[in-house]
């Protein structure tokens, strides 16, 4: 069990320096905005961008705001966006 607790530390170690260097850390589902279209995709590099729908897919450079573990605040227009779980 210290195996596996221990690992989970490093895990959560290297989600936290992928998030500051810009990655999708792949701990939570990609996020997309119903108000506006602004949704998130992660690119070939592995780096998390946002784009409106529709548009050339082209990095905003917004990034969502976590308010609660699965609730977050659209930087475009302000709407709670809410992580959409697996079925």
């Known amino acids: 069990m210290k195996a596996l607790r ?8 290297l989600q ?3 998030r500051a260097l810009g990655l999708f850390a792949g701990d939570r589902e990609l996020l997309a905005c119903t ?3 602004l949704q998130e995709d992660v690119d070939i590099g592995g780096r998390l961008i946002t ?8 990095d905003t450079g917004l990034r969502f705001h ?10 475009a227009c302000g709407a709670t ?3 959409e779980l697996p079925a």
Do not use: I, M, W
């Not at 221990?6 to 170690?13: G, N, Y």
């Not at 784009?51 to 082209?58: F, K, R, T």
């Not at 308010?67 to 930087?75: E, I, N, V």
């Open 6 to 13: 221990q690992l989970a530390t490093e895990l959560v170690v």
């Open 16 to 18: 936290t320096k992928a």
């Open 35 to 37: 108000e506006c279209g």
């Open 51 to 58: 784009y409106h729908l529709g548009s050339n897919e082209a």
């Open 66 to 75: 976590e308010l609660t573990a699965d609730t977050f605040r659209c930087p």
């Open 81 to 83: 966006v809410r992580e």
